[in-house]
């Protein structure tokens, strides 16, 4: 009797084991977190410094806090994504000091090169508004996405540098990224020289 137990329980184990098996497991995809993203809204920077421009009711601007800082160096910080725009300025007194000032934007911007997969510039053009630079994008794992200088070529030169506040993953900061550059878009369209 007792042999018999134990042979029923080893069939029922292995008909239990057998039929278990049938399933084939896969791991699951890795997930993120969801963004909820705002609503786009625009307020008009006009402070002391000699130019104007919209940027997104929901970021804050704040003096650059660098060791290097220089009169109107702004951050425009987006807490939500934890990203923020570096803005310098810099006045221009000599054509020597307005290219040097555009090979460093060029340099700074193909710095990511061996992170990036590709880095593609577009010209800004618009003699109407005395508004001329480039606008680099970058894709890839780089610690800056996008950069675009402005100038009035003659007296004024803004640099500006989007950078998120951690390691850098462009698959999974890619909805933001691609929110972010509207707002960025939008920032060069309005801007003014005063």
Known sequence: MKLRVITYLS?????????????????KPRGFFRIDLPEKSY????????FSFEYPSYAVISPDSSANKQ????????????ATIHLSYHPINSEKTLNELSEDSRTFAFKHTSKATSIN????YNPREQKFGVYYTIEGNTASFAQF???DSTRHYLRAALYFNEEPRADSIQPVLSFIKKDIDVLIKSFHWK
């Open 71 to 82: 009169r109107c160096w702004q951050n425009i910080d987006l807490p939500q994504f934890n």
């Open 149 to 151: 200088y402005l100038t």
């Open 11 to 27: 069939l029922a184990v292995a008909i239990l084991l057998s039929v278990s098996c049938n399933e084939t497991y896969a791991p």
């Open 121 to 124: 510039e577009a010209r800004i």
């Open 43 to 50: 307020q008009r920077y006009n402070g002391p410094c000699p």
